[in-house]
């Protein structure tokens, strides 16, 4: 990378990290460029060579704060995705300390940020990523698993929402239980007690 795109870049992820400061505190149709610009620490000029709208910032937010979760997980396992009709069907359980502890590692370091994007779901556009995920990991893996195709949106909520539901609680107690131990307890939510 040279120095220009560096540049382009860290301006790039001030607008992102100002966003998600500014979501904390307000709805997104409330966010104007210039308090923004304000938070960022940049003049609404260079927002304008960035961006032609907010929401054009909002989508590159959602893409920043999905490749900043992603880089927490070995090749391998974002891999398992291209392979999910071939692969093992134990390398498709995802309630495991391989896959549990790079997202609680994420969620831990990223407290804020992550606090701020359950909140913010429906103006992030995580509702159109949960639907792709569905569409293109999520079923295919049920199918695999043989779950009847009328009762796998009940599954995912299952798993989704009660894996929510740990994390914000841990979140509260501001992650002060070792990632193990959460990782376990959400394992045996998941599969009962051995």
Request: glycine share 2%; hydrophobic share 40%.
């Amino acid at each position: 990378m040279n120095k220009s795109e560096s540049k382009y870049f860290n301006t790039a992820v001030k607008f992102d990290l100002a966003l998600i400061s500014l979501l904390k505190k307000k709805s997104f149709e409330y966010i104007t460029v210039s308090e923004l610009c304000k938070t960022a620490g940049v003049n609404r000029s260079t927002f304008y060579l960035h961006y032609e709208t907010l929401g054009d910032l909002l989508n590159e937010t959602t893409q920043y704060l999905l490749s900043t979760f992603l880089s927490y997980f070995n090749d391998e396992l974002k891999n398992v995705a291209y392979d999910i009709s071939t692969c093992e069907l134990e390398k498709l359980i995802f309630i495991c300390d391989e896959y549990m502890h790079p997202y609680l590692t994420y969620i831990k370091e990223n407290k804020e940020v992550f606090s701020t994007a359950l909140l913010s779901l429906k103006f992030l556009g995580f509702e159109d990523v949960y639907k792709r995920l569905f569409e293109h990991i999520f079923n295919p893996i049920l199918d695999r698993f043989d779950y009847p195709e009328e009762d796998r949106k009940y599954v995912m909520m299952y798993y989704l929402n009660g894996i929510n539901a740990i994390v914000l609680e841990w979140l509260k107690d501001d992650c002060k239980k070792p990632i193990e131990e959460v990782s376990h307890i959400i394992t045996i939510c998941i599969f009962g007690k051995n």
